[in-house]
């Protein structure tokens, strides 16, 4: 839906319409790369958040909000500057409903071909431009709630319930924040796939920048056009998040246990 490339159709008509294109298989086109992409880029993210604290925050142990988003901004920049080769790879197999792409390698291969290394950066700028207010409310959001409930359970360690709810929470601010520019960075990506779709397999014209698909939105669509998608993204990123914070916290546990810290 972020894309464009729905023809206006709503979230149960798009699900109708590629189960009829190409069955439940369909659903998870380009998942391996996201789950390729998923492991480093967490990995970086919470890496660098913790490791930057000492020297962003005046008092590491009481950082203020303002402090923990710096160093969560820091941290999604990191991350999805590392993975984004990655991320041009998922969007574009996830919505190549003709089978131009064999596989990962495949579709790396072709856009590096056919657009240049520029073309594995389409949308970059924008990309971190969302992911900084997004990274910084989420994780200064998920630290805060987990501070705040440690303070009012002092010596207890929170259930997967509690994690799990926290984690939804910060998701849920992070996104309604940074939606508009992932719009807008989706859009990007998957620039190149509609030039070749619309020509012989070259691109033959200079591709709009940023503002141009940000007024085409306004447009046509208004300023609600900047959350099209925003409940499916919902009902993706926030169980997703949600884990990924209860993973993060029990292998933490884990590694403490067995390393004996």
Known sequence: MQSGMNNGEGPWQLMNSVYRNGGAR???RGNLTNVVKIAPESAT?????ESCQPWICSDPHRPTMGERFCCGAFAGFTAQSVVYP????KTRLAVDSRSMYRGIAHCFNEVRRVEGWRGMFRGWGTSVMGIIPYAGVDLAMYTKLKDVWAKRNPGKEPSNVTILGTGACASICGQVVAYPLQVLRTKLQVQGLQAQLGSTGAI????????AIALDILRRHGPLGFYTGISCNFMKSVPAISITYLCFERSKEFLREWIGA
Request: proline content about 15%; aromatic content about 24%; overall charge neutral.
């Open 26 to 28: 369909s659903f998870f």
């Open 45 to 49: 993210k919470f890496f660098v958040f």
């Open 86 to 89: 990655l991320e041009i790879v």
């Open 204 to 211: 033959s014209m200079a591709p709009p920048g940023p503002s």
